[in-house]
Every structure is written in C-alpha cells, then in structure tokens.
C-alpha cells in the first residue's frame, strides 16, 4: 500500500512512455502517455477491469479476505456432587472453548495458511 504521491512506469511505445500518477487520498488514478495532460481513472473502476481481465486462479487471489486464527483450550473440570447419583462421587465435566488469537485481512492469495495443534491445559485437580 502506498502512503504518499508516486509516479510508476508501466511500459514504453512509439508515441511514449506510460505513466500512471498515483495519490493515496485520491480516488482517482491518473494515466499518462509521454507528456500529455492524463486521464483520470477511478479506482475502483480500475480495479474492475483487472479483476475482470484475470483467470479464475488469479481472481481468487484477489478476493479480499479476513482471516482469523482461533485457539481452541480444552480443560477437565472435577466436580463433588451433594446430591444425584452417589453422594461423594467425582464428575469429570470437559470443556472446551475457542478463542480469536490473530486476525489477518489481505488478499485471498496472500494469507499464509498453517495449522497448529490446539493448546491443551492440565486438568485442575
């Protein structure tokens, strides 16, 4: 992501250069052909045409996605009954939760995918 003005190249022909003048806060881009005015082109409908001009493999890479690592904690709770089946006897309860750890958004083709094992804690006793 850019954060300040710049000016890219994308290729060179007989009448010129093509440019193409890029402003962050703008919505618009600008393309230049040697040392022409420009012509503005909004964003978006940049965007469109290159998303549209892409195969399928590179159009789901370009998918925006928000990905969320979750961890998921396992615990065994003891529980002394009063009252029930037997009076005195132990009821072992499994509990289990998942909790977001990390929240990556970024391009589709972009996210790392990996799989970590569930971390596990010591039953209390």
């Not at 954060?3 to 703008?26: A, H, M, Y």
């Not at 590179?58 to 990905?67: E, H």
């Not at 009063?82 to 990390?102: D, M, N």
Request: aromatic fraction near 4%; include cysteine; glycine fraction near 8%.
């Amino acid at each position: 992501m850019l954060l300040e003005k710049k000016t890219i190249e994308l290729g060179r022909g007989k009448e010129g250069t093509v440019l193409i003048d890029i402003d962050p806060k703008s919505d618009e881009v600008v393309f230049r052909v040697g040392d022409s005015g420009g012509i503005p082109v909004k964003k978006v409908d940049l965007w469109s045409v290159c998303f549209t001009i892409a195969d399928q493999k590179t159009q789901m890479d370009l998918i925006p996605v928000k990905q969320t690592e979750m961890v998921t904690y396992r615990r065994i709770h003891n529980v002394k009954l009063k009252k029930g089946l037997r009076e005195g006897e132990i009821l072992r309860v499994a509990c289990e939760i998942s909790v977001p750890e990390v929240i990556h958004e970024n391009l589709a083709g972009n996210i790392i995918k990996r799989k970590e094992k569930p971390k596990i804690l010591s039953p209390s006793g």
